[in-house]
């Protein structure tokens, strides 16, 4: 696996279900995809069901939908859905061998951590994750066991349902806000206390204000932060600029191009707009 | 296949919209191989403006049913940033070798979007644009909804034909007008564009339209922008309409857009009268939108 | 829920757009028990015009994305036959009770809906009706984009007033102007009826739109009257923005229509300044829409 | 079974689909409607799918589609379906247990056959049937039967595929364009020669070339003919003015309301819209 930036064909590709299977309230989805690209750690796809992308709620959808590569392997990528509106639901409802189109890889990807200090010689990540957002930390921590570096999980949801989405991690320490698995609260306390065991580069991908707590806990340890940032997106190659957030210092930056994973200190605060479905 | 227009040698008659395409950074997304498989026979840049504009707040986009509202707000470098950073760029994009007549890949000439809030401010525009080898004609945005320009040039024909004719004397390359949809009597306003001195016309751009935000109560709007413009399948036979409309009207060429998504609907704004076709929502659902469509157009005439 | 509406009592806020329901045909396919169990708070007619009309040759319809264009051409019996034939039949309907505050049926007031290429037409169409006692209401088309008019009196803020003003004397029943959604600033327009005496406005109407036959080569239309109008869930943003926009300007009542499908866009529309909403399309796929969307805006406020 | 025109409820039902099987090149679709009124023949009702109606070809289907009670037993309707387009396709897919909007019976049905001249004594029907548009007749043969009238069925397809649709009906004649199945010819060729053996009232329903055809020949022949027509419809309940064909003497009338079945003699020949798809 690296981490080097993958390039999208210049087209969608019509691909099929391989299989579509509940986790706990979520949904993992396979795509066989054996000419595609490996995608690195934080990328994503725009996916659209091939039939019947359309016709839903407020007759939605009609634009394609990101989501976090999830893991990709042997030819099939890997993704998990939440049913949050008519793109995910359809998507969801997708049954072994029907078709749909996927462009990516697209974005930048998360970086390794850093070597430098504040982490310590052999570096350590925290892999921060609320809800459905957790899906691009599982390509990520493939991608550091695979370096040897070791990578905490630490996982929030909202319910238990949702924590067996936790699955698709190695070892996570869970959180939830009903207190149904693991510690009964917020993930961000977990990473508080995990910073006071020692430094860290934090890794994070979840709903808005989680993103923001990580941001400012972050910023506050000065240890440094990657945030894989969610927002409406059309097209998810630097097409539309629909997809901005802004920056510290001003300005917008495209979360399909400069992102989706961005380093925290280019930001002031997380945006209500920029995280995943919470 | 291959197209001429405005003394321009095409190599088929599909292009994108302005400000639906971004050639730099799709090249950073699909690599640099694509910008020599360029999907579009002329490439239209974003709206540029005289000042920089980091454009409006988001959200910024907002699906409807068959189509979708932006409200973007042109961010771009400004005229400076433009002709200095992202011009040296847009050079050399060549079109997808299997979408042109003898197989064979051609140039992609490339189009200057400008707009201003004034003829002034366009001819300073297009004056800068003139001096520059590297753009092949140029087309005015007199219809932008979402930013708010105090009047809307383009829906007054009066108005328009004053601008136009302010604009003509600045360049010796082509000259577009874009209209805008938002006007009581758009054939009207694309003759006094060509009264004016354009040397074509171009349309649809978007239809003013809104969306609030989903579980507010107090009429809270969604867009960052306040209201924006719509796009896509849902705008295709307004803009069918148009097109066919102004065609009949003008005698200079048009080039039709509005909701494309298919050779079949490329087709049919080329029956009603228009030389070129564009393309732009439809990229977003496929950056290969436009290969497809001049693929279908090849095959079925 | 019930509503003041320019001094009527309404049940509740949900009437139908003049043209997408005809009570007496729905009548005769589901029986006079429907006339007691009404889906709408106001009936609004057909448009009727002085002399008769058969309307456009077919094909009328055409199916868009998400939408539908028709091109009907405003068939109807002329004033004498409206008032002699129709209006008798458009007396005595009730609304369902069902969708009532007290659970009690209420009384329907009649709308009726009137168009005519002058003021001096308008105004004579309107003191006809003034003389009739069953009518409630009138509303003005002067927007239909699908009749060849000449002029769209409705886009010309100018002519509007003076058109306006021109039929205030002969009634003094509630007058409602029903705005077209082709013109440059559809807020001024409104501004411009208020100013000649309207008591509301209403919008949108459909957007001038057309459609080519299929497998036909030579861009011939589809619809027999050459080109239509555009309506259904396609431009409920635009129609959301436009309503927005002259609710924010005028300062009389506003009934808001445009793809209206569902509670929650019908709540959109009252959010941003409507008074009264109004179905049309929707009606089409389902004769109880608007019983639907009643129920919706009575359980969620 | 009644010839009286019903009502529909004025509201669309959501109904359950029971089976939906092939028939030849068309299917044959059974929904659970055991609530609704029982149509007359010729009547017609609006259907469209509950899920996913639009997201097709052009995003469409939107609007609600017409077809014909096929029959009507046990609060079961029957409808033959042959797929043109988005909207016929969506239906064509709909499984057992999903559901679809119903609006119905609509329209004008069938008039039984005239009994004075130049009907004989004991009144004889000849039905006349093209391509999908065989539906209607199998639904008016069953209550011409209840009644103990002669109903002869004379039925026109393209090939031998949609020629199997005619097991629809009892004991058919047949005529196929390619010769693949029955005569080798035009449906209108078997009227002529069953007009021959003496007159009849006439009921047609088919592509607008054959109703022409038939129109022309009952006029020649003088015996009364039925036909069902067919046209684009928003509605199908009277609202939209869109249906209309021009009838003889100048006018339109809804085909919806005045029809689907107009007497042959309303009208001054059959419009290239206002029949059933080729
Ligand atoms: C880089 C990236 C990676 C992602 N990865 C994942 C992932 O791995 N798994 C996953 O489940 N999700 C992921 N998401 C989120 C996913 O893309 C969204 O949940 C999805 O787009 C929602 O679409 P929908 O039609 O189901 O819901 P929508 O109806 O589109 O609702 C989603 C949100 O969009 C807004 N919204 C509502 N209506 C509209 C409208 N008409 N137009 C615009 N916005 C509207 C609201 O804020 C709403 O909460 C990712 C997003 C990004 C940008
Ligand atoms: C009273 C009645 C009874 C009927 N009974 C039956 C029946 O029993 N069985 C059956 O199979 N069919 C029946 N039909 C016909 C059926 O309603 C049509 O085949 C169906 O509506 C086609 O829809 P579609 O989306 O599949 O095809 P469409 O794409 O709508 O194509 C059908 C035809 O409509 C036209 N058309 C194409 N595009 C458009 C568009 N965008 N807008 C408007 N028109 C367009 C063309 O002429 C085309 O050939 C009946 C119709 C009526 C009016
Ligand atoms: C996201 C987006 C940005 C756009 N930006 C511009 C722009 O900068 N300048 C311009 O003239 N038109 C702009 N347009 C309008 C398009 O060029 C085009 O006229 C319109 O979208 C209709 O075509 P379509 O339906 O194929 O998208 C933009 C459209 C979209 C959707
Ligand atoms: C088939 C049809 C016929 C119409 N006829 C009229 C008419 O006679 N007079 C009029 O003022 N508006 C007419 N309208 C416009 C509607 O009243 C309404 O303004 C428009 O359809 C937008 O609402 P909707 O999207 O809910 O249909 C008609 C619309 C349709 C679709
Ligand atoms: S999603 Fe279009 S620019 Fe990012
Ligand atoms: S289909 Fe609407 S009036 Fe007949």
Redesign the pocket.
């Known amino acids: 696996m690296s981490w080097q930036r993958a390039l999208s064909p210049p087209a969608r590709r019509l691909l099929t279900v391989s299989s579509n299977r509940e986790l706990g309230a979520y949904r993992l989805l396979s795509v066989t995809d054996d000419d595609g690209p490996a995608p690195a750690p934080g990328q994503?796809a725009m996916l659209a069901a091939a039939e019947r992308w359309g016709g839903g709620e407020?007759e939605?959808?009609f634009l394609p939908?990101?989501?976090?590569y999830?893991r990709h392997r042997d030819g099939q990528a890997q993704?998990?859905?939440?049913d949050?509106?008519?793109?995910?639901?359809r998507l969801c409802e997708l049954r072994e061998g029907e078709s749909l189109y996927l462009l990516g890889p697209l974005?930048t990807p998360f970086r390794p951590p850093d070597a430098a200090p504040p982490a310590p010689p052999a570096p350590r990540a925290l892999l921060v994750g609320g809800g459905?957002g957790i899906?691009p930390l599982a390509i990520l921590q493939d991608a550091l066991a695979a370096e040897g570096t070791a990578a905490l999980a630490l996982l929030g949801f909202r319910d238990g349902a949702r924590a067996q989405g936790a699955q698709l991690l190695h070892d996570p320490a869970i959180a939830t806000d009903d207190g149904s698995a693991g510690h009964d609260g917020l993930v961000t306390e977990l990473l508080e206390r995990e910073l006071q065991v020692g430094p860290a580069t934090v890794y994070a991908c979840g709903p808005a204000p989680m993103l923001e707590a990580v941001r400012a806990i972050c910023e506050r340890e000065q240890v440094p932060a990657q945030l894989a940032l969610?927002?409406?997106?059309a097209c998810g190659f630097g097409a539309c600029f629909g997809c901005v957030v802004a920056t510290r210092g001003g300005g917008y930056v495209r979360?399909c191009v400069e992102g989706?994973v961005l380093d925290a200190a280019r930001l002031d605060r997380v945006d209500a707009?920029a995280g995943?479905?919470a | 296949m291959s197209v001429e227009f405005c003394g321009l040698r095409l190599a088929h008659p599909v292009i994108n919209g302005s400000g639906t395409f971004d050639a730099i950074a799709a090249r950073r997304a699909f690599g640099e191989p694509f910008a020599q498989a360029f999907p579009f026979a002329a490439y239209v840049s974003k709206t540029i403006t005289l000042q920089p504009r980091a454009g409006n707040p988001p959200p910024r986009?907002?699906?409807?049913a068959a189509g979708m509202i932006n409200s973007i707000g042109l961010p771009n470098k400004g005229l400076d940033g433009y002709l200095g950073e992202d011009l040296p760029q847009l050079c050399g994009l060549r079109t997808d070798s299997a979408c042109s007549p003898a197989g064979e890949s051609m140039p992609v000439p490339l189009i200057t979007n400008v707009m201003g809030s004034s003829g002034e401010q366009l001819a300073q525009l297009v004056a800068a644009c003139e001096q520059r080898a590297e753009i092949s004609a140029l087309e005015l945005n007199v219809s932008c909804p979402n930013v708010e320009t105090g009047l809307d040039i383009g829906a007054d024909p009066r108005q328009l034909e004053r601008v136009v004719s302010q604009v003509r004397p600045h360049t010796s390359k082509p000259l577009i007008v874009k209209l805008t949809p938002n006007a009581a009597d758009v054939p009207q306003c694309a003759q006094a564009a060509q009264q004016g001195g354009a040397d074509a016309i171009s349309l649809i751009n978007t239809l003013r339209a809104m969306?609030l935000a989903?579980g507010a109560h107090g009429g809270e709007p969604w867009l960052g922008g306040g209201s924006g413009g719509l796009s896509g399948p849902a705008v295709r036979n307004v803009a069918l309409a148009q097109v066919a409309a102004v065609a009949e009207r003008v005698t200079i060429p048009v080039i039709g857009m509005g909701g494309v998504q298919s050779a079949a609907h490329a087709r049919a704004l080329l029956d009603v009268g228009a030389t070129l076709v564009a393309v732009g929502t439809e990229s977003f659902r496929d950056p290969a939108a436009a290969v497809r469509i001049t693929f279908g157009l090849m095959s079925n005439g």
């Not at chain 1, 993704?79 to 939440?82: Q, S």
């Open positions: 994503f407020d939605r959808p939908r990101a989501f976090s999830a993704f998990l859905l939440e949050v509106g008519p793109g995910t639901r974005g459905v899906a969610e927002s409406g997106m979360v989706p707009h995943a479905p | 986009l907002w699906e409807t969306a989903p």
